[in-house]
């Protein structure tokens, strides 16, 4: 059984950073792609970013291009979110990912391309 732990979030002021970590077991963490999303008060759940299983390539939204990194450490079966000049309009309950597949041909990015879900992180950006 898949199980992700997240850790990190909380309250900060725009401008300010945040980091998010999400620890995974259950599955050979290498053999897939990662990702978060995230789902703000009254909306729908989105992409965020996503990493390939080696962590050679990386896809953000558009949104938070040139703010957000995702990396990973496979020794650690860890994927982090480092979110930097974060906006009021990034408030939104956070969520890591597992890809369904197993050596992914390409950076997935939507809802379908993960299986397993994290139990959500608070990120909240006061104005």
């Known amino acids: 059984q898949v199980q992700l732990v997240q850790s990190g979030g909380g309250l900060v002021q725009a401008g300010g950073s945040l980091s998010l970590s999400c620890v995974v077991s259950?599955?050979?963490?290498?053999?897939?792609?990662m990702g978060w999303f995230r789902q703000a008060p009254g909306k729908e759940r989105e992409f965020v970013a996503s990493?390939?299983?080696?962590?050679?390539?990386?896809t953000y939204a558009d949104s938070v291009k040139g703010r957000f990194t995702i990396s990973r450490d496979n020794a650690k079966n860890t994927v982090a979110l480092q979110m930097n000049s974060l906006r009021p309009e990034d408030t939104a309950v956070y969520y890591c990912?597992?890809?369904?597949?197993?050596?992914?041909?390409?950076?997935?990015?939507?809802?379908?391309?993960?299986?397993?879900w994290g139990q959500g992180t608070q990120v909240t950006v006061s104005s």
């Open positions: 990912a597992v890809g369904a597949y197993a050596y992914p041909l390409r950076t997935p990015s939507r809802e379908s391309d993960f299986d397993s």
């Open positions: 259950g599955r050979t963490f290498s053999t897939y792609a």
């Open positions: 990493i390939r299983r080696l962590g050679s390539s990386t």
